[in-house]
């Protein structure tokens, strides 16, 4: 088992464990069920993963640093990190009791159970795992579209003012760096980058 994961499955079964032993006095208003469902949704969401390589990733950049300066001490260095980050993996449960209580102070117990419900259903966990997906391809999509409306404004309104001003009407601005002569918005029934449905007119 990795340093990552074992940092991990420590750090969970302490916060479980403080939880309900360390909230300020000034959180005592929110119950241990209501704690509890906050820690479900965030289960359900894997609110905190992308946290789980912060100890991990300084542990590595910690040998790095050390092994450089002496390369000869290689196997100790690598022991002494590991050893000492385990050590310090049980501060996970601070991380995992601020985030149920932020949760906690936000949503209502019956939202975060609703919240858990849908994201451990098949739909919920799709949308977690191929909602990144979605989202890049709505990102291209949206620069596309994004070009095509600041190119078709700017030609709107220099063709406007060269037929009012004539000779005295300013020049279209040159076109974005990166943008290929032409490129526009979507056309009316084709496809969105990364093959998305067309948006409805």
Do not use: C
Request: negative net charge; aromatic residues 4%.
């Amino acid at each position: 088992m990795n340093l990552a994961k074992r940092a991990r499955m420590i750090a969970l079964t302490a916060a479980v464990a403080l939880t309900a032993l360390s909230f300020p006095a000034a959180a005592q208003e929110i119950s241990e069920e209501h704690l509890k469902a906050a820690r479900a949704a965030i289960d359900a969401i894997n609110a905190t993963d992308p946290f789980d390589n912060y100890l991990p990733d300084a542990a590595a950049s910690l040998k790095a640093q050390l092994i450089q300066q002496s390369p000869n001490l290689v196997d100790l260095i690598n022991s002494t990190v590991d050893e000492k980050a385990l050590s310090l993996a049980t501060r996970r449960a601070d991380l995992e009791k601020e985030a149920a209580l932020a949760y906690a102070r936000i949503f209502s117990q019956e939202d975060l159970q609703n919240i858990a419900t849908f994201y451990n259903s098949s739909t919920g966990k799709k949308l977690l795992s191929d909602g990144p997906i979605v989202t890049r391809e709505l990102l291209q999509a949206a620069e596309v579209w994004r070009r095509g409306v600041a190119r078709d404004l700017t030609n709107s309104v220099v063709e406007t003012l060269q037929a009012a001003a004539g000779t005295q009407a300013p020049k279209a601005p040159a076109e974005e760096p990166g943008a290929p002569a032409g490129q526009g918005a979507t056309a009316p029934g084709a496809a969105a980058p990364g093959g998305a449905a067309p948006a409805a007119n």
